[in-house]
């Protein structure tokens, strides 16, 4: 396994659906997470990281802004969407190892 697609692989298991429902969850506390568009979000999810393991000369940032630009964009939660894709951008940049916006 190819150095890019081991770190695709990591960052699958990293960045899931329910890793995503949960910052969502936390997001929009008190009111309850609710996915909307399941296929949506594991496709916005997935997208990066496919991009990753087929265009490997695509830096962190572009993917990072790829994973915020679906997700904001495809709208699979009831509510927080846009605060959702943000949390996810700057943790994939964190677990890329560039500094967050929040560092």
């Known amino acids: 396994m190819s150095t890019t697609a081991a770190h695709a692989f990591h ?3 990293l960045f899931t659906p329910i890793y995503a429902t949960r910052v969502n969850a936390r997001i929009v506390y008190p009111a309850t997470a609710t996915v909307v568009k399941p ?3 594991v496709s916005a999810l997935a997208r990066p ?3 990753m393991t087929y265009e ?3 830096d962190a ?3 990072a802004t ?3 630009g679906l997700i904001q964009g495809r709208h699979p939660f009831l509510d ?4 959702t894709a943000f949390f996810v951008m700057n943790e994939y940049l964190r677990a890329q ?3 967050g916006f929040s560092d």
Not at 80 to 83: P, V
């Open 11 to 13: 960052l699958a298991r």
């Open 39 to 41: 296929t949506d979000l």
């Open 49 to 51: 990281l496919h991009v």
């Open 56 to 58: 490997p000369h695509r």
């Open 61 to 63: 940032a572009f993917l």
């Open 66 to 68: 790829l994973a915020y």
């Open 80 to 83: 927080g969407n846009k605060r």
């Open 97 to 99: 190892g560039i500094l």
